[in-house]
């Protein structure tokens, strides 16, 4: 993996893992916003209603900033940490990971716990499909119609897709670039002086 790609899961994947009559079962998705956890766990808590917890942990974005481990009632630092960390080791972002708990009678403890959740969170990793996938750049080009289609032969000859146009008195598109190629395509239009680069956005993940 280099600088300019990172890594995720492709779909989601499944995994479990018993001690002691507990079940600990491992859900991993792919994810792009903070917005679709909340919408996953509930499902989880609807589907296996019947379970004592359902422990997660994510992490976002390709600077790996953004993230969360909730422990949902388990003695603290005794699933959401563990959960992350393997998500962690495993290299990825742009990943959520459910743990649901089904309690068996026995008390772990926190050295138990963190031992199950961990372990089913690897093997639910273990069993996913990882992905490398291109960091983009997001940028909003301005021209006039006769030089529309210079503008996106440049953008197709550096990977880059159309994600919007605006065609009114002039033709603005909005275009998501490949990091690695991001320099040779802005200087490419550039080049052209009848393309005109509207706004550089911050770096952002691909769709």
Not at 17 to 24: E, T, V, W
Request: neutral net charge.
């Amino acid at each position: 993996m280099s600088a300019a790609t990172y890594l995720t899961l492709a779909v989601e994947s499944a995994a479990e893992f018993k001690d002691k009559g507990s079940r600990f079962i491992a859900f991993a998705y792919p994810i792009k916003c903070a917005e679709e956890v909340k919408a996953l766990v509930e499902a989880l808590r609807q589907n296996h209603h019947k379970a004592r917890h359902w422990c997660y942990a994510y992490r976002l974005g390709t600077d790996g900033l953004q993230f969360r481990a909730n422990d949902d009632g388990e003695p603290s630092g005794s699933a959401g940490r563990p959960i992350l960390g393997q998500i962690d080791s495993a290299g990825l972002t742009d990943v959520l990971v459910v743990v649901v708990r089904y309690f068996g009678g026995t008390l772990l403890g926190v050295p138990g716990l963190i031992h199950a959740y961990k372990t089913a969170t690897a093997a639910a990793l273990q069993q996913a499909e990882i992905i490398e996938k291109n960091i983009e750049k997001s940028v909003w080009l301005r021209c006039e119609y006769p030089h529309l289609n210079d503008a996106i032969r440049i953008a197709k000859q550096h990977q880059a897709i159309i994600i919007r146009q605006e065609l009114q008195l002039d033709c603005r598109l909005h275009i998501r670039i490949p990091l690695a190629s991001y320099e040779a395509a802005v200087n490419a239009w550039q080049q052209t002086r009848v393309i005109e680069l509207l706004a550089d956005e911050a770096i952002i993940e691909m769709q």
